[in-house]
Nanobody
């Protein structure tokens, strides 16, 4: 059973920084693309940032220049560095990954979510 476990959320003042981590544990052959989504109260979930197995990254326009996604394949971990945080970044952040168990089978998995609150 492969699980994704997130950490790093919390309460931060506007202009502050947080780093989210998402680590996959279990029997893993490889991990393809990794991404971070967020959902604010009353809003649809949106893809914030993604990174391919080759390291190519993409971020949504609203966080460009402030958020950076990276991965450590040796640790099966994806990170989201969030700088210059704004109140509108407040949301539950969840990681999503395509985990390959072997050459024939893969699943797309979600983490449990971590709350990020940006407020004075």
């Amino acid at each position: 059973q492969v699980r994704l476990v997130e950490s790093g959320g919390g309460l931060v003042q506007p202009g502050g920084s947080l780093r989210l981590s998402c680590t996959a544990s279990g029997r893993i052959f490889s991990i393809n693309d990794m991404g971070w989504y967020r959902q604010a109260p009353g809003k649809q979930r949106e893809l914030v940032a993604s990174i391919t197995s080759g390291g190519s990254t993409s971020v949504v326009d609203s966080v460009k220049g402030r958020f950076t996604i990276s991965r450590d394949n040796a640790k099966n971990t994806v990170y989201l560095q969030m700088n210059s945080l704004k109140p509108e970044d407040t949301a539950v952040y969840s990681c999503n990954e395509e985990v390959r168990y072997n050459l024939l089978r893969s699943d797309r998995l979600w983490g449990q979510g971590t709350q990020v609150t940006v407020s004075l």
